[in-house]
């Protein structure tokens, strides 16, 4: 029975008495009484003298759930007494993690299913608190931190999103293998600098992509040596649809209360779109527009606005003729101030100069899209949860199974440090993956179960 109890449990030196079903709160549970029958110390490792039995002690922990209930095992332990010290032994049983009161197998397991499920599910598998899930996952994580290390990425994408309850959040991820590197709460430049200044081998930071916002660039100039800041085009192009909006808008203002509603249906959209995405009755609606007196404005707009795009389409102009090219477009800008949104757009263009058009120089195409994507998943994770803390986030976001695994696909992943014959990540099918690129699978587990 011992044999059969500890390849079932994972616990040695024991075997099951009995098992009962229980309950307690209306809930059911299964309770395993259990006894220690492994070897006993005799001999005193203190002083040397013989030991006499002084006793049993009682612990009860969980382990996981089993035929559909939660399971509480209750461990008998002897207890044995130094004649001459006093000192008192009692065994340390391979398996039972006794600071928390559980196994082994159910410490790994709850942290594990706290990476997939919002912690108030495993409350009911547990018969836990959601405050202890939570407290177990986020001492697993501060312990684990030395186990997983990213490869410093050449190509960082930066962005900041703010979460209820959290704060500003700054998101970092690697460009190049689109895999979210780490998280950072706060974006001042302050914050920024440390983080950048304490990265391992940030001289190997090569270029970073991010949005406008100016102490990036300083904290970039003051920690990465060799890396040059570039705007994402996304961030500028979409302004361009900005100004189309406010042009819309003007328009619309000396419009009857039915004809704002009918342009706005049958235009708002239609105007942002692309040339070449626009479908046949699309298409005529801008054509219509140039003939009508009182509407060829929002062809006008809609014609900067691609011709902006234009230029930002990645292998249609060289640096110098993308240049040239915007200051085409910015001349072409009619003096009406209702485009006076599109002469703040060239405006910023010219003060962002550098740095939006040094992106030609990059030898990959870089954006931030893939940055956008994890602020995202980010914040639908924090929604699962309805408020996690930093930490918590944190891990759920970068030990997400997807995110491991394209890391370890890059050769980005450089740990764990420790001896293991474990994989990393533990692939519960071997076939075909059919979730979306961005989506989890269900069978997941970043750090091997320690023995």
């Known amino acids: 029975m011992e044999d059969v109890f500890g390849t079932l449990f994972g616990i040695e030196g024991c075997e099951l008495l009995n098992c009962n079903e229980k309950e307690e709160a209306g809930k059911k549970y ?59 032994w009692q065994p340390t049983i391979k398996g039972i993690d006794e600071d928390h009161k559980m196994t082994n197998r159910a410490f790994s397991n709850i942290t594990q299913k706290s990476l997939e499920q919002p912690f108030d599910r495993l409350t009911t598998d547990y018969m836990l608190t959601g405050n202890t899930i939570k407290n177990i996952f986020i001492e697993f994580l501060e312990a684990n931190k030395a186990k997983l290390r990213f490869k410093t990425p050449a190509f960082l994408g930066i962005d900041e999103i703010k979460i209820k309850h959290i704060g ?47 102490p990036f660039e300083k904290s970039i100039a003051a920690a990465l040596p060799n890396a040059r800041w570039t705007i994402d085009h996304f961030h ?22 039915r004809e704002r509603i009918n342009t706005k249906r049958g235009l708002a959209y239609t105007l942002k779109k692309r040339l070449r995405d626009l479908d046949t009755e699309e298409a005529q609606k801008i054509k219509l527009l140039r003939k009508h007196p009182k509407y060829e404005v929002l062809a006008t707009a809609f014609d900067l606005k691609e011709d902006f795009f234009e230029i930002f389409d990645r292998g249609k102009y060289s640096k110098d003729a993308a240049e040239e090219a915007f200051e085409a477009w910015a001349n072409s800008i009619p003096d009406d101030e209702r485009f006076d949104k599109f002469r703040e757009l060239a405006n910023t263009v010219k003060h962002f100069r550098v740095q939006i058009f040094q992106n030609w120089d990059c030898p990959i195409s870089i954006s931030n899209g893939y940055t956008e994507c994890s602020n995202r ?49 533990v692939e519960g099918n071997t076939e075909e993956p059919t979730y979306d690129e961005f989506e989890d699978g269900e069978d997941y587990e970043p750090f091997p179960p320690e023995d």
């Open 30 to 88: 299964f309770e395993l009484n259990v006894r220690y029958i492994g070897s006993e110390e005799e001999i005193c490792s203190q002083c040397g003298e013989k030991t006499y039995k002084h006793g049993s002690r009682t612990i009860n922990v969980v382990d996981t759930p089993f035929g559909g209930k939660p399971a509480r095992m209750v461990i008998q332990i002897p207890r044995r007494r130094c004649k001459h010290c006093k000192s008192i």
């Open 236 to 257: 500028i192009v979409m302004k361009a649809n900005e100004s189309v909006d406010a042009v819309r808008r003007n328009v619309q203002d000396d419009m009857t209360r």
């Open 377 to 425: 998943l980010i914040r639908e994770e924090n929604m699962k949860g309805r408020g996690y803390s930093f930490e918590v986030l944190r891990g759920r976001s970068l030990y997400r199974k997807t995110n491991l695994d394209n890391i370890a696909k890059a050769g980005a992943l450089l740990g764990p440090s420790f001896e293991t014959e474990e994989p990393l990540i």
């Open 168 to 214: 500003e959040v700054t998101v970092i991820t690697d460009l190049e293998h689109r895999t979210l590197f780490d998280m950072l709460l706060g974006r001042n430049q302050q914050t920024l600098t440390e983080y950048f200044m304490n990265m391992p081998d940030r001289d190997k930071v090569l270029w970073v992509c991010s949005d406008m916002y100016r």
